[in-house]
T-cell receptor, first 110, second 114 residues
Framework: KQEVTQIPAALSVPEGENLVLNCSFT??????LQWFRQDPGKGLTSLLL?????REQTSGRLNASLDKSSGRSTLYIAASQPGDSATYLC?????????FGTGTRLTIIP | EAQVTQNPRYLITVTGKKLTVTCSQN?????MSWYRQDPGLGLRQIYY???????DKGDVPEGYKVSRKEKRNFPLILESPSPNQTSLYFC?????????????FGPGTRLTVL
């Protein structure tokens, strides 16, 4: 059974810093890995999708990498802003299912 | 506007009173699914549907039913709700679940069962 882990559960950093969020998964037979953002009381918004054959994807200040062989992904956020404060979740797609990690709650301190 | 809608957004009910949470998408997606989100447990899949009249259990299907009579709708039914079904529920849809398919989520339904 696929298990997805995100460490740390919470992270606080000063505004302007670059930061990395981590995601690990146990079964490397995946179609893709997605990073989502969730604001309090809101739904999930897809940030980046990395196909299993890809190594990374970039969107603006966000860069996500995937190392399928080691079961790891990172989400790099450059020049963090207070508006980046949210919970970030990763999810892997395999066998008609999407399995989520429990998320990292990120707080950017102005 | 491409979107997934859920209704109601908030619901307080009592044990045993049947309820339905509706989910609708306007993107002609084939794949739809339901998740519940609980503190410390993350999002767990309840049921999913690969197409009309095709549904299958996710990780936590006990106490729930679904149907997929039309492509755009995927209601979640709680025949006899219990307090342990108090949770935040999300509906999601996508073109499929393969290499390039992004999931689109609804805004969530916060359910409280007393």
């Amino acid at each position: 059974k696929q298990e997805v882990t995100q460490i740390p559960a919470a992270l606080s950093v000063p505004e302007g810093e670059n930061l990395v969020l981590n995601c690990s998964f146990t079964d490397s037979a995946i179609y893709n890995l997605q990073w989502f953002r969730q604001d309090p009381g809101k739904g999930l918004t897809s940030l980046l999708l990395i196909q299993s054959s890809q190594r990374e994807q970039t969107s603006g200040r966000l860069n996500a990498s995937l190392d399928k062989s080691s079961g790891r992904s990172t989400l790099y956020i450059a020049a963090s802003q207070p508006g980046d404060s949210a919970t970030y979740l990763c999810a892997v797609s395999a066998n008609e299912k999407l399995t989520f990690g429990t998320g990292t709650r990120l707080t950017i301190i102005p | 506007e491409a979107q997934v809608t859920q209704n109601p957004r908030y619901l307080i009910t009592v044990t045993g009173k049947k309820l339905t949470v509706t989910c609708s998408q306007n993107m002609n997606h084939e794949y739809m699914s339901w998740y519940r989100q609980d503190p410390g447990l993350g999002l767990r899949q309840i049921y999913y549907s690969m197409n009309v009249e095709v549904t299958d259990k996710g990780d936590v299907p006990e106490g729930y039913k679904v149907s997929r009579k039309e492509k755009r709708n995927f209601p979640l039914i709680l025949e006899s709700p219990s307090p342990n079904q108090t949770s935040l529920y999300f509906c999601a849809s996508s073109s499929g679940l393969t290499y390039t398919d992004t999931q689109y989520f609804g805004p969530g339904t916060r359910l409280t069962v007393l």
